[in-house]
């Protein structure tokens, strides 16, 4: 089994890696591979609203880093989207990801039935709830089965490596990637 986590972050190797990192840590103790995509290393353009996605499972356009992306998605059991908090919501890369991936699936349906997602943020105040409902939503509406914890999932710190002291957000992470493994395991296996 194999999980891919979406790093919606422009900054690579910050807070909302770490917090990705944590779930993985506890995926791969029960033997699943992941992967950690960074969106900072990829441009990602906006959906143009074309609909040739239709019938083809991907986008067609390939002058950005979407359809490699997505493609890894499809072969994957499971997928964790993450995003700092920028003005109250998901960032500008992870907004352009989704809803180029929102298109891709609504005119191809079933790409992403069955699969286990979770999102996590990375907030340095507020915001953190829209970040996560809007991820959430997406995954809900594209028949992936969302995986919760303990309490939302979100930590809290400003400056990279912050996060690592929200020891109730980081505890929260763990039982994420406990639930996550469950979840996948039950419906993989």
């Avoid at 997505?70 to 109250?88: E, K, T």
Wanted: proline content about 2%; aromatic content about 6%.
């Amino acid at each position: 089994m194999k999980v891919i986590g979406i790093n919606g972050s422009a900054r690579k190797d910050g807070n909302t890696a770490l917090i990705i990192s944590k779930v993985f840590n506890e995926l791969n103790k029960e033997g699943i591979e992941t992967e950690l995509i960074q969106l900072a290393e990829y441009e990602i353009q906006p959906c143009r609203g074309c609909f040739a996605c239709k019938g083809r499972g991907n986008c067609v356009l390939a002058n950005d880093g979407f359809a490699e992306i997505f493609s890894r998605i499809l072969r994957a059991d499971g997928i964790i989207l993450g995003s700092p908090v920028y003005s109250a919501d998901v960032s500008a890369k992870m907004k352009a990801f989704l809803e180029r991936g929102g298109v891709v699936v609504a005119t191809n349906p079933g790409l992403l039935r069955h699969k286990v997602g979770a999102s996590v943020a990375a907030v340095r105040r507020g915001g953190g709830m829209t970040t996560v409902d809007t991820m959430n939503h997406f995954m809900l509406n594209k028949e992936i089965i969302v995986v919760g914890s303990t309490y939302w999932n979100m930590v809290y710190g400003k400056n990279i490596g912050d996060v690592l002291n929200d020891e109730e957000g980081m505890a929260n992470m763990r039982n994420l990637g406990k639930n996550m493994s469950f979840a996948l395991k039950k419906i993989r296996l």
